[in-house]
């Protein structure tokens, strides 16, 4: 992890090899323990762009497949010495945070890749990745019961419906 100034906006680098999976776990990261909304995602073949505000500024998470996973002021060369400002607060911040998910590897998220060769609905891909988004930073609970209970409760909150 590292703070890089060099292209005239300052970016956060959470990740130099970080794969996809790594950018949806640090995204549910971001959402559960900052309390933030990810927005206006935009996925190209070898990036992903999800906008997000933060302190009043509008800044992107970053996934490129050559370069990593990273954070910047969505106005890039045009951005203010703020947005510059709440990125390197975001990153120290949320470097503590980061760390732990490095270190401890316990999450839920880890149980939903890779991801089925078949599905039976044509909704199943997206609430199959927007419950892997959302419990990207859920550690797995201690007990049979309480996963079953968690997941459940996840299915129910992104359909409205019982499994």
Known sequence: MKIDNNNGWTEAVLAERGSV???FKIAG???ASMDISLENRVSETDSIYWDFTYNGRVLTLHHNTFSGISIFPVSLNR???LENEA???LFKSFSRILEKYRTT???ISKYFEPEPNQWGLRGDPHLWRHMKLELASQEIPSSVAEFENLLLHQFEKL???KP
């Open 21 to 23: 999976e790594d950018f």
């Open 159 to 161: 359909t409205g419906q």
């Open 29 to 31: 990261l971001l959402q």
């Open 79 to 81: 951005a203010i010495e």
């Open 87 to 89: 990125v390197l607060h």
């Open 105 to 107: 590897g316990n999450f």
